[in-house]
């Protein structure tokens, strides 16, 4: 595998119509905007404000929309063509959209900017950029640290990106790389220069390699069949620690070796996995039928994969869930949508139940994977929770286990990420030095900083994990 560091960086590729509010809007002026060639007439206006609210971005029919989430306004929206993916680019801000071949960033318009020891904030209408690359059949998203990979399922072709570059209008490409065959399959940039990537084809994968910053390879295992959802967490103090799942139960990468997880059933697959660099504990779904009734296993109990001894328990909710029902909060619960419309809040250690939220009504899991169902993303201290169904979003306090905040949703999603504007991570969206955190009606959410990557969400990955209960990998 060959890695070529890209000297020349940022070619972008308008590869999406976009419509924004009034403008559709370009590079905002000082730079703090994506490139505006051919993606609009005039750059939107920004306006300074003292503290930066949440954007909810939501994927539907159509194209994207987005929502300021103290109200549900509607804020802009972009048209695209065909079944859209979101996925965090990694700088708080923008947002990665896979559609129609191609990877392009969405600027929420939320703008954090450094002054001294405190920060000016502004915002601006959300607009689709012309930041982007080609990728048939785009994958996944993976931000780490200060870079995110790119990944082209059709090519395998990944490109490494720094998404601090994307205020300035520039792609930030680092380096481009392919694996030996296309493949679906992920990678994940190291923080000492190196990447963890897949090797497969179309019919099989099972290898897992990290290389160097030379692009040697460092470790690898084949005993990773169907190789399918990582996740970083807690690294140790020779680096970092990344969670895979596979089908015949979960691998670590820690230590610069591989350790297999040992599973008491012949398949076990963990394809959904969620992380955060705070805790060595990993969430992941629990399937443990290779070939289920009907062709979709609808499992109640979920994994809590401990990095640190290579274990696994597993913990049964008495409700069904899907691939869309997982997430991780500020202090690294683990969260989990289940079918009897509660949001189940765990202690990821113990797997204790901290708190059970009703916050939809009873769903089955739809047929098709791509079909709208319950779902949500983590900011702020916050789990937002989409009712497709019922066009709703409860805005939940993680850590008091209670609903604050409901809003009707003008579209009917399939997928959500939440911006706050704050390349210091997922929950850092309160103010400069000095400034106090938002109070939502009573629960106060200061934010907590997190890897700006990391479980973007240690890696939230909304969005990158995914497969449908046929265990086709998405």
């Keep these: 595998m060959k890695r070529r560091v890209v000297a020349l960086a940022g070619a972008g590729v308008l590869a999406l119509a976009a419509c924004s509010g009034g403008d559709s809007g370009g590079a905002s002026d000082g730079g703090s905007s994506g490139a505006s060639d051919g993606a609009a007439e005039s750059a939107p206006e920004q306006v300074e404000v003292g503290a930066l609210s949440p954007r909810i971005v939501l994927a539907h029919d159509g194209g994207v929309t987005t929502l300021d989430s103290t109200d549900g306004t509607e804020l802009g929206s972009a048209e695209l063509e065909g079944y859209v993916r979101l996925n965090p680019a990694g700088d708080g801000r923008h947002v990665a959209v896979s559609a129609a071949d191609a990877i392009t960033m969405y600027d929420t318009g939320l703008i954090a900017q450094a002054h001294g020891d405190h920060f000016h904030y502004y915002e601006q209408e959300p607009l689709l ?3 982007g690359v ?13 870079r995110t990979a790119l990944f082209a399922d059709g090519t395998g072709d990944v490109t490494v990106i720094d998404p601090s570059q994307l205020a300035e209008g520039d792609l930030g490409v680092l380096e481009e790389t392919s694996t030996e065959d296309p493949h679906h399959g992920v990678a994940v940039p190291l923080s000492d ?3 963890l990537v897949t090797q497969g084809t179309e019919d099989a994968r099972s290898t897992v390699q990290v290389l ?6 460092t470790a690898e295992t084949d005993d990773c069949p169907g190789v399918h959802g990582e996740a970083a967490a807690q690294p ?3 680096g970092d620690v990344i969670s895979l799942g596979c089908e015949n139960g979960p691998v670590i990468y820690r230590d610069g070796e591989f350790h297999k997880v040992p599973v008491e059933t012949d398949y076990q697959r963990s394809g959904n996995q969620k992380g955060v660099e705070s805790s060595p504990i990993v969430l992941a779904d629990h399937k443990v039928e290779a070939e289920p009734e009907g062709g979709i296993e609808r499992p109640t109990e979920i994994a809590l994969i401990d990095t640190r001894d290579d274990s696994m328990q597993t913990v049964d909710l008495g409700s069904e869930y899907w691939f869309r029902s997982l997430d991780r909060g500020p202090e690294g619960e683990a969260l ?8 189940n809040i765990l202690d990821p250690e113990t797997g204790e139940m901290l708190h059970e939220v009703p916050v939809t009504g009873e769903w089955t899991e739809p047929d098709e994977w791509q079909q709208p169902g319950p779902m949500m993303a983590v900011a702020d201290g916050t789990a937002f ?4 169904e019922a066009q709703k979003l409860s805005m939940v306090d993680i850590a008091g286990g209670e609903v604050y905040r409901e809003l009707d949703l003008p579209v009917v999603p399939h997928e959500i990420q939440v911006a706050t504007g704050t390349a210091s991570g997922e929950y850092d969206v309160s103010g400069g030095e000095g400034e106090e955190g938002h109070d939502h009606e ?3 959410h200061e934010g907590e900083a997190s890897d700006a990557g990391g479980d973007h969400e240690g890696h939230d990955h909304e969005g990158h994990d995914h497969e449908d209960e046929e265990g086709h990998d998405h």
């Design 336 to 343: 989990v949508l289940t079918a009897d419309g509660e949001l």
């Design 129 to 131: 950029t012309d930041l």
């Design 385 to 388: 929770v989409v009712d497709p």
């Design 193 to 195: 220069g190196g990447m």
């Design 442 to 444: 009573g629960h106060d």
């Design 134 to 146: 080609d990728a048939p059949h785009p994958g996944h998203v993976v931000p780490h640290g200060d």
């Design 236 to 238: 140790t103090e020779s």
């Design 212 to 217: 160097d910053a030379d692009g040697n390879v």
